[in-house]
């Protein structure tokens, strides 16, 4: 791969995904390109980043972009996080809802596993009995959507983070593969949103998960999203970063104590529905 | 002091592989055949875990954790079965019987440290 050919990838990356690559490996790229290459019936990978030059490429540079911008990502990612979610957070969000429930945002889904994992979380644990989950998962890339709405991951895939009891009671063998029981592929609406893009109708979440995403953004990207992100956080609502993440505490929110990277919405300061 | 984990596998070359990651993630490693072997170790001392294969000649590995759990002090150790028996419920006939965890093989050094970290013997690095 030329300097040139990085160069390209660099400026597709920003401009269709806010995505800053900055110093990436050249093995780490191909990795992530590989595949779609071989979709798009390119002899390299090289190959198909030359493809990019020529006029009429932007749907092929939107894939690159959406290929670019995919997380790894595992079951209960982060698992003082998710405890802290199960045992205090959630319950406080759910007091005095109606019926319990809570709008839920997993923003950059990826492949869907966190948006899973907070699913089976409010399906097996005691202490969310009486919280209803209404989760919404997007991500910018169709085929990482497509695959987490399948519910279809392999056998390594579900041993990084899953307990093995909500993996034979809430998933099917299929051949080499689990698959997602429909009851909990049920229990998450799939959406595809840039989030570098208008976000101006979302909301309003009781809690927004958006972790390890704005990192990998550009500057100017990561701070629009950011103050999106904010926009949608419904009064007294929860945003919730990557644990490595931990900016300063967005104006109108205050850190929790529970996990790196959550931010309340302070009493009294929500912006009028 | 560094915690001990009991890798039980009739295959030399699969607790060899077993010993390598392990020992990578800080443990002191012993290794038994077969669930017999097994038993008397932990009759002498009750290591910190065990990884378990199912499918063992003279004792299998469901057999051990049942006569394990009911020694003096065999709730103690932490029992993650490592299997090539996908079947979900055999693997719920695993859990019934006393293991706390279970590792479907192939298995490999990111799988281990997940599940040892999921049963609470490994922290969690911030990715």
């Not at chain 1, 945002?105 to 979380?121: I, R, V």
């Not at chain 2, 030399?12 to 077969?34: S, T």
């Not at chain 2, 072997?37 to 009750?46: H, I, N, R, S, V």
């Amino acid at each position: 791969m030329t300097p040139e050919h990085l160069a390209l990838l660099t400026e597709v990356a920003r401009v269709h995904a806010g995505l800053a690559l900055g110093n990436p490996s050249i093995f780490h790229l191909e990795t992530r390109l590989g595949s779609l290459a071989r979709r798009e019936a390119a002899s390299s990978v090289e190959a198909l980043i030359d493809r990019l030059k020529a006029p009429g490429s932007e749907a092929l540079a939107r894939a690159v972009a959406e290929a670019l911008a995919q997380p790894d990502t595992c079951f209960f990612r982060d698992r003082e996080v998710f405890h802290a979610l199960k045992t205090r957070i959630l319950p406080a969000l759910a007091q005095g809802k109606p019926g319990g429930e809570l709008r839920i945002w997993s923003a950059g889904c990826s492949t869907g596993q966190e948006a899973y994992s907070l699913a089976l979380m409010g399906a097996a644990a005691p202490e969310l009995a009486e919280v209803k989950l209404d989760i919404l998962a997007t991500d910018i890339s169709e085929r990482a959507l497509e695959k987490a709405a399948a519910g279809l991951y392999t056998q390594f895939e579900v041993q990084r983070g899953l307990p093995i009891r909500l993996l034979i009671d809430h998933f099917e063998r299929v051949d080499d593969n689990w698959r997602a029981a429909p009851r909990l592929r049920q229990s998450v609406r799939w959406g595809r949103v840039n989030l570098a893009a208008d976000l101006s109708r979302a909301g309003p979440f009781d809690l927004i998960l958006c972790r390890n995403v704005l990192s990998s953004f550009e500057p100017a990207a990561r701070e629009r999203t950011l103050q999106a992100l904010i926009a949608a956080v419904g009064p007294d609502g929860v945003l919730m970063l990557g644990a490595k993440e931990a900016f300063a505490a967005p104006e109108g929110f205050e850190a929790l104590r529970e996990a790196p990277g959550l931010f309340r919405r302070k009493a009294g300061r929500a912006k009028a529905a | 002091m560094m915690r001990i984990c009991l890798v039980v596998d009739d295959s030399r070359v699969v607790r060899k592989i077993a010993r390598r990651i392990l020992e990578g993630l800080g443990f002191e490693v012993a290794e038994a055949g077969d669930g017999v072997e097994a038993l008397a170790f932990c009759a002498a001392a009750m290591p910190d875990a065990v990884l378990l294969d199912w499918a063992m000649p003279t004792m299998d590995g469901l057999e051990f954790v049942k006569r394990l759990r009911a020694e003096p002090g065999g709730d103690a150790p932490l029992v993650l079965f490592c299997s090539s028996e996908t079947n979900p419920a055999e693997i719920g006939r695993a859990l019934d019987a006393g293991a706390d965890e279970y590792i479907m093989k192939p298995f490999d050094g990111d799988i281990i440290e997940a599940k040892l970290t999921e049963v609470g013997l490994l922290q969690e690095i911030a990715a």
